[in-house]
């Protein structure tokens, strides 16, 4: 066992694989030499060379159309974007040809291609450096979306995306990645689709994604004193989407509140919910609430920027109006 922090997991995750499989390589802006926007790649350059560990312009369309024809041609390619926002530029080649070539090739090809992209608000980066996406790229078929909340999670989540023959976007909450925990380096890969229960409760279920998983967590301590016994569910991957352990959580709660940093309007939360009003309905005894931030931009105002995401009061309120 060893202690890691997410940023060093998802490092050796990636570490490990190279040193595995020589056709897996990592590019980006500044994950070279530099190491990245916020270190996750630090050392890599010097272990595995500018051959596997490369340096790009500064195009996300080009970062993303360059994984695409690595991976169509044998390659397993590491792509990192340095925020999610950046997404925009790379769009019609992850939408268009990524989540679609391996269909309109009638499955002659494989894709074996991983967008690793930091997401999330908290360090006052301002709008265009701080959403949460994850709802655009978990809307499109033939893309699979992963979004750990834990350092053993994404070692384990990377570990699986490298593998798999699929394009796979990896989420990274900016504000996780000093997060530590023991990890064992020989666990196997994480499944996709598997839920994780982070706490077990009986009162009342919270879905929450990312940072908002141990936000939740803080809350169910609080709730606890007060007599309400909070289940924690972490989803790990959008899609793959584990439904059974949610609904399965629900049937016993009766009760369910999902928490995400998305905009609250056309929210990943929002198919969460709709999944859950379609199987899950007859084992509610109250409506779902949806707990997200707010409908605007992201401020750069530090004060304005933590009043616009959830917070541990504002789970808490809003589980107690439930009951």
């Known amino acids: 066992m060893k202690t890691m922090s997410m940023m060093e997991a998802i490092r050796e995750a990636m570490s490990k694989k190279m040193r595995e499989d020589e056709n897996v390589i990592l590019f980006g802006e500044d994950v070279g030499a530099f190491g990245g926007c ?21 195009s996300e369309g080009v970062i993303v159309g360059t994984a695409v024809g690595a991976a169509a041609t044998g390659l397993r390619p590491i792509a990192e974007l340095m925020f999610v926002d950046f997404v925009t530029v790379g769009m019609d080649q992850l939408v268009n040809q ?16 991983v967008v690793r992209m930091p997401l999330g608000a908290g360090i006052s980066a301002a709008a265009q450096h701080s959403q949460s996406l994850e709802a655009w790229v978990a809307h499109v078929p033939g893309l699979k979306v992963v979004y750990p909340s834990t350092a ?17 976007i990896f989420l990274e909450h900016k504000l996780l990645y000093g997060v530590s925990e023991e990890i064992d380096e020989n666990m196997k890969p994480i499944e996709f689709g598997v839920a994780d229960i982070k ?22 301590k609080i709730l606890s004193e007060g007599g309400i016994e909070a289940e924690v569910i972490d989803p790990r991957t959008l899609f793959p989407f584990d439904k059974k352990t949610i609904l399965n959580s629900i049937e016993k709660t009766n009760k369910v509140i999902i928490v995400t940093e998305e ?45 616009y995401v959830p917070s541990v009061e504002d789970i808490v309120s809003a589980v107690k109006r439930m009951f």
């Open 98 to 113: 990524a989540a679609k070539m391996r269909y309109m090739f009638g499955g002659k090809i494989n894709l074996p291609m």
């Open 199 to 220: 706490r077990a409760g009986s009162d009342v279920t919270i879905v929450a994604t990312g940072k908002m998983v141990h936000d939740s967590l803080a809350a169910a």
């Open 263 to 307: 905009n609250k309007r056309g929210s990943f939360a929002g198919e969460i919910a709709a999944i859950i009003g379609e199987e899950g309905f007859d084992h509610l005894d109250a409506p779902i609430l949806r707990l997200c931030a707010m409908d605007t931009p992201v401020p750069f105002s530090p004060i304005l920027e933590k009043y």
């Open 38 to 58: 916020f270190g996750v790649s630090a050392g890599m350059f010097d272990e595995f060379g500018p051959e596997r560990v490369r340096d790009t312009p500064i």
């Open 152 to 168: 053993k999670d994404a070692y384990g989540l990377l570990l699986k995306a490298i593998e798999d023959e699929n394009p796979v």
